[in-house]
């Protein structure tokens, strides 16, 4: 069966990987092989199947939007896969890093073909922790630092988002999860339930006020795996609001404009911000939560009504789309520079700045498409301030070329390599640039009634070329490009940060440990008295332990504390608690 084999195979390379060092020297091939299903149902028009008895009765189907993000996932994996078994040859956590990555590309498959609630959120669980794995791989100070802070913010949007998801299921009387939206559109208490997904979702998204795990997480990652924790992972906490907005069925007001808010506010704020930063991988997680923002202003436009979810919903997978293969793109991009060398060096820069324009949504790109209808969806909405926000958001590609623009400054300072040198790892970074966001404009994906509400009958390349639509992308990007420039090019106006950001990345992080210190001091001091004044009681547990020989009481509890850390064995009894649970739950 296709749907299965979709999450199997993710999961069977990641075991070979593991125990192979024969695998892994082919584990390139092992993992676009793994995608190969995935790629099909993107593809494909399949019907929908369910499984009566894989995790409470499964339901796998796909709609038109996730089917757009299901083809982008697997591109991405792909194109990342490869990438990684060469970028990592010589790694010596290479194993464990293609475990992960296997795992987590699992999850990421299985939550977007998913139907129903309860096997979305165990896809949803196994893509999130994987992906700890990936962010940890290189074990340094920051890369431990930032695993912790991921797994931390990982594990508060859970439980926020379980249970928003138990909420929806109680309203909608059912686990299928398109019954959730009208459900929750009539259910008196759907707004608060949306909202509590709105924050558990929120943390994958990397919205504000939620995103600060972003700009450590994704720098501390392996170049590959950025790209997939950009481009792909973070698509799925899109896909969680999708489950759960009721768009075109509701007037949401106040939801709809603080969407929209935070939206705009994540779109340019990340942007500024990013641009005092001085690392690409740190610039670049900023420019993620930028976009991710834009997408959120699309989600909010529906929850004011007016906008059936058959056009929007599309709309927002296909600007997911653009943006994910450009950004993976980039991400990928940032092992480039002190590796290429001599004539390579003008395709690698061509490449570069082809991704660039697609986000910023350059003439002649993808970009270009899916700016133009989330333009669309502003001019036609009835939500107060519509003409405001289409001013922000063509400030907002202007702060995305300053962004960008800087991104690319910044990888000019990397020292190039001597000769007319090309990775091997550079194939894939090219595969990906050719199977970019021209997708986005293919029949394959586009689906007729959204570009003929666009284009207006007129067909898609008349779309492309039209002169006033290109010219109305490309001042923004000019006036965005020409600013960067004259402020490198004259020292008075050049006050870019070189060796240290401006401000560190993660900001909002620290004024939160900042605050919680004198808070976790106190604490301590609290538990650190109540240890003292319970060492001078002389209860029961006293003599109990003045019975029996102290030195054996220690040397057996520290034997059985050690055998519980052991991870067989902890593994073991998690997974028969699993199945006992399991048992009872069917």
Do not use: C
């Not at 757009?68 to 060469?86: C, K, P, Q, V």
């Not at 165990?122 to 802070?149: D, E, K, N, Q, W």
């Not at 690698?348 to 989330?374: D, R, S």
């Not at 593994?571 to 649970?581: A, C, H």
């Amino acid at each position: 069966m296709i749907w299965f084999i979709s999450i199997l195979l993710p999961l069977l390379a990641a075991i070979l990987a593991l125990l192979s060092p024969a695998v892994r020297r082919v584990a390139g091939l092992l993992f676009v092989s793994a995608t190969l299903p995935a790629l099909w149902l993107g593809l494909s028009e399949v019907t929908g199947v369910t499984v009566q008895w894989f995790i409470l009765e499964t339901h796998f189907f796909l709609d038109t939007p996730r089917r757009i993000i299901l083809l982008l996932t697997a591109i991405l994996w792909a194109a990342a896969g490869l990438f990684a078994a060469s970028y990592l040859k010589n790694d010596a956590r290479q194993k464990e890093f293609f475990f992960y990555f296997g795992a987590a590309m699992a999850g990421n498959f299985g939550l977007l073909i998913s139907g129903d609630v309860a096997s979305f959120y165990t896809f949803f669980a196994l893509m999130t922790f994987a992906s700890y794995g990936l962010v940890i791989h290189v074990r340094t100070p920051f890369a431990r630092r930032a695993a912790s802070i991921y797994l931390v913010m990982a594990i508060i949007g859970e439980l926020f988002l379980i249970t928003a998801l138990y909420l929806a299921v109680q309203s909608s009387g059912s686990m299928v999860l398109a019954g959730i939206p009208p459900a929750l559109a009539e259910a008196p208490n759907g707004q608060f339930i949306f909202l509590l997904g709105l924050i558990g979702f929120g943390v994958k998204v990397g919205a504000i006020p939620l995103y600060f795990w972003l700009p450590l997480a994704h720098p501390a990652a392996p170049a590959p795996a950025s790209a997939v924790l950009s481009g792909a992972m973070i698509k799925a906490g899109l896909v969680g609001w999708m489950h759960l907005a009721p768009v075109g069925l509701v007037e949401w007001s106040s939801l709809s404009l603080l969407m929209v808010s935070l939206g705009f506010a994540s779109a340019l704020g990340a942007a500024i911000f990013g641009l005092t930063q001085v690392d690409p991988k740190t610039n670049l997680a900023y420019s993620s939560i930028s976009q991710m923002g834009v997408m959120t202003v699309m989600l909010g436009i529906g929850l004011y009504g007016g906008i059936p979810a058959a056009l929007l919903l599309p709309a927002v997978a296909l600007y997911a789309f653009n943006h994910g293969t450009a950004k993976a793109l980039l991400f990928m991009g940032t092992a480039l520079p002190a590796k290429v060398g001599g004539s390579w060096r003008i395709l690698m820069w061509a490449g570069l700045g082809i991704g660039v324009l697609a986000i910023a949504g350059g003439p002649l790109t993808g970009g270009l498409w899916t700016k133009y209808l989330v333009k669309t969806f502003l001019g036609e909405t009835s939500l107060p301030g519509a003409q405001t926000f289409l001013l922000l958001l063509t400030l907002s590609a202007i702060t995305t070329t300053l962004l960008l623009s800087r991104f690319l400054h910044l990888l000019s300072r990397i020292e190039a390599p001597a000769g007319n040198k090309a990775p091997s790892f550079l194939l894939p970074w090219i595969l990906l640039l050719f199977a970019g966001g021209w997708w986005t404009m293919s029949p394959a994906l586009l689906p007729a009634e959204l570009m003929n509400h666009i284009t207006k009958e007129k067909g898609i390349m008349a779309f492309f070329w039209n002169l006033i639509t290109n010219w109305g992308a490309l001042w923004p990007i000019t006036i965005g490009a020409v600013v960067m420039v004259f402020t490198l090019k004259f020292a008075f106006l050049n006050r870019w940060p070189t060796e240290k950001p401006l401000l560190p990345a993660g900001d909002f992080i620290h004024v939160i440990l900042m605050a919680g210190d004198p808070v976790a001091k106190g604490l301590q001091k609290g538990l650190d008295l109540l240890q003292s004044f319970m060492k001078t009681l002389h209860g029961p547990e006293k003599l109990f332990y003045r019975i029996l020989d102290e030195n054996r009481t220690i040397k057996v509890s520290g034997s059985a504390e050690s055998s519980l850390r052991r991870w067989e064995i902890f593994g073991i009894s998690f997974f028969i608690f699993f199945m006992t649970m399991f048992f009872f739950l069917r």
